[in-house]
């Protein structure tokens, strides 16, 4: 006899909250000089950060997809099933705002292959350790998140032409914030393995990125302008600036008891949900279909 009984369906990303959404961002053809308040040095920053994002995530994908098989809890399978998809579709999209750069003159190609290389590196340690600078690199990501989506700082800052995708980047960062840390503690954290991803992860990723930042002065010709270095060196690590308080925000890893969802975001979630993807979203036009039941 056979079953011919339905097998329930398989929970998905969208299921859980960590919806893929298949945008596709009309850029266009010429980005604004200087999209970070028309401030060379800070727009180079940032030139610099979408560079790197693509094989970042790919590498925070791998060190996860590495223990997928442990997860047996079909919530979480789910979750890491969203939170691969969501990487893949930012990485494709900062692919293509990273050729938009290279088309303003900006070689972002050396920050990405430098973080490639130091990712590289970073990839020779144990899939264990890999793991756990993955949930400090997304502890990072989740901070930054928070940060851009919690003020409106960012958007009176960055150029409207490229504003919404950080600002869509940002809501799906925060929507799976906890996925990497989730699976981590399936295998067991380790206090000296977090501990020790602090250094591994500023010795390679952190040297790559500000050499990355570096050259793009260089070769843009910024390092001969004091007056631009000044300003956006302020505007980003000045104190009470953006880069300042994300990076104060993050020893807060290391505690013993951290977990990602100890500071709680959804209420902040659910608002730019309702103000990217709701019925009168300013990015669900863009939406290339609907992300299942949960878009927003
Ligand atoms: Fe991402
Ligand atoms: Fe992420």
Redesign the pocket.
């Known amino acids: 006899m056979t079953d011919t009984a339905p097998r329930p369906r398989r929970l998905q990303g969208a299921d859980v909250g960590i919806p893929p959404r298949q945008l596709d961002f009309r850029l266009p053809d010429e980005l604004a000089p200087w999209a970070y308040s028309e401030n060379a040095t800070a727009t180079l920053f940032l030139a610099m950060l979408s560079a790197i994002f693509p094989p970042g995530?790919d590498f925070?994908v791998r060190s996860v997809v590495a223990f997928r098989d442990r997860v047996t809890d079909e919530e979480l399978r789910a979750r890491v099933a969203g939170?691969t998809a969501?990487?893949v579709i930012?990485s494709r999209e900062h692919d293509r705002l990273n050729a938009a750069f290279r088309d303003r003159g900006f070689p972002v190609g050396v920050p990405e292959k430098a973080v490639a290389t130091a990712l590289k590196v970073l990839g020779r340690t144990s899939p264990r350790q890999q793991l756990a600078c993955t949930a400090l690199m997304?502890h990072f990501?989740?901070v930054l998140a928070e940060d851009i989506l919690s003020t409106d700082e960012f958007q009176k800052r960055v150029h409207g032409d490229i504003c919404e995708l950080w600002l869509w980047h940002a809501l799906?960062?925060l929507e799976?914030?906890s996925v990497?840390y989730e699976v981590y503690e399936v295998i067991g954290t380790d206090q000296k393995e977090r501990d020790r991803s602090v250094p591994l992860v500023l010795g390679t990723v952190g040297v790559a990125a500000v050499f990355g930042w570096a050259y793009l002065l260089v070769q843009q010709g910024v390092w001969r302008r004091p007056r631009d270095l000044r300003e956006g060196w302020r505007l980003m690590f000045g104190p009470g600036q953006f880069m300042r308080r994300v990076l104060a925000r993050m020893p807060v890893f290391n505690h013993p008891r951290f977990h990602p969802d100890r500071h709680d975001t959804r209420a902040l979630e659910q608002r730019w949900r309702e103000t990217l993807f709701g019925a009168q979203g300013t990015l669900t036009e863009h939406l290339r279909r609907p992300a299942g039941k949960r878009t927003v």
Do not use: R
């Open positions: 995530e925070f939170f969501q990487e930012h997304e990501t989740a799906e960062e799976h914030k990497t």
